[in-house]
Each structure stands twice: as structure tokens, then as C-alpha cells.
């Protein structure tokens, strides 16, 4: 499966840091690379392109020194930047996740890519306990109640790509 890493927002929740979000380090690593570096683990992910754009072109610059593929988007809209990165890739099913997620590992995009089922699922959404996330000091900007708990989405998914591009 294909893997997309959205790292072309503008960062506006971080304030003026200084710094590209998907640049920040979390130890000897900045977050894109660490997310990358758990892709290429993933026993599921066969191709990995990352969406950059204006926002972000240090994190560009980066990705390329190290051999990444990039797709340059306009960095205007998520959704926008969405269809414009999902045209560049081919497979039918693509995993995406944003770049600031510097603790996932190549088990947690294998376990999402294994659960997720074409034939039932159009689409999969990861989501993480309500409990969970406050119980390590964030305040989810969106909860879902489901089946009576409370998640908040991870930014994972798996996609049907021809149907996203076309709008369904």
C-alpha cells in the first residue's frame, strides 16, 4: 500500500516558534523523519510520498537531502492538498498520516493497514480513547462519541483514493 504524510500545513496551533512543525525534534529526530522511519518499517507500505508546499520548504529541502519523495501542493487546504498529493499516486487504498506523530511505530501502520478490510470498509479512520489522550495533558480539539465511548481521530487513515479524488 501507499503511504502519504500530510507535512504541508501551516502550523498556526504551534504560534511563532521558529520552526516548521514536521521539523520539530523529538530527541535526535525531527517528527517527519520519525514518522517516515516507521513507514519504511511497516511490512504493508510499499511506497511513501510526502505532500510539502510553501509552508514548509526547509522540511522540502530535508526530505529531499535524504532520498524522500515529495509532492509540492498548494498548502492553501487540507482537502485541497489531499486530492492534489493522492494524484500522484497510483494504488487504489492509500494510508495517510500526518507528520507529527514522532511516537507512532511501523506496528501501530501495520496493525491499521491489517484491520482495514476492502471489501466491508470504503475507508478507516484510527482513533485513540477520549481517556488516553487526556490522561497524557491534551485537550482534543474533536470527540466523537461511538457506541457509547469518547475518541478522538489520530489523523490515520486508510482511503479509497479513486473515490476521494472523486468526491465520494
Known amino acids: 500500500m501507499e503511504a502519504l504524510v500530510h507535512a504541508g500545513g501551516k502550523g498556526t496551533r504551534m ?3 521558529g520552526i516548521e512543525k514536521p521539523m520539530m525534534k523529538v530527541g535526535d529526530k ?4 520519525r514518522v517516515i522511519d516507521a513507514l519504511k518499517g511497516a511490512r504493508n507500505v510499499d511506497r511513501i510520498l510526502v505532500s510539502v508546499s510553501d509552508n514548509t520548504l526547509e522540511t522540502e529541502k530535508y526530505l529531499k537531502s535524504i532520498g524522500v519523495e515529495t509532492v509540492r501542493t498548494s498548502g492553501d487546504d487540507f482537502m485541497g492538498d489531499l486530492h492534489q498529493a493522492l494524484g500522484c499516486l497510483n494504488g487504489d487504498y492509500v494510508l495517510t498520516t500526518p507528520s507529527d506523530l514522532p511516537l507512532i511505530t511501523s506496528e501501530i501502520f501495520d496493525s491499521i493497514v491489517d484491520y482495514f478490510n476492502p471489501r466491508t470498509m470504503d475507508s478507516l479512520l484510527a482513533v485513540i480513547d477520549e481517556k488516553i489522550v487526556r490522561g497524557i495533558g491534551i485537550t482534543p480539539s ?3 462519541e461511538e457506541r457509547g465511548k469518547h475518541w478522538v481521530l489520530s489523523g ?5 483514493r479513486k473515490k476521494t479524488l472523486a468526491g465520494e
Open 156 to 160: 490515520v487513515s486508510v482511503i479509497d
Open 15 to 17: 504560534g511563532k516558534c
Open 142 to 144: 474533536y470527540v466523537r
Open 30 to 33: 525531527c517528527t517527519v523523519e
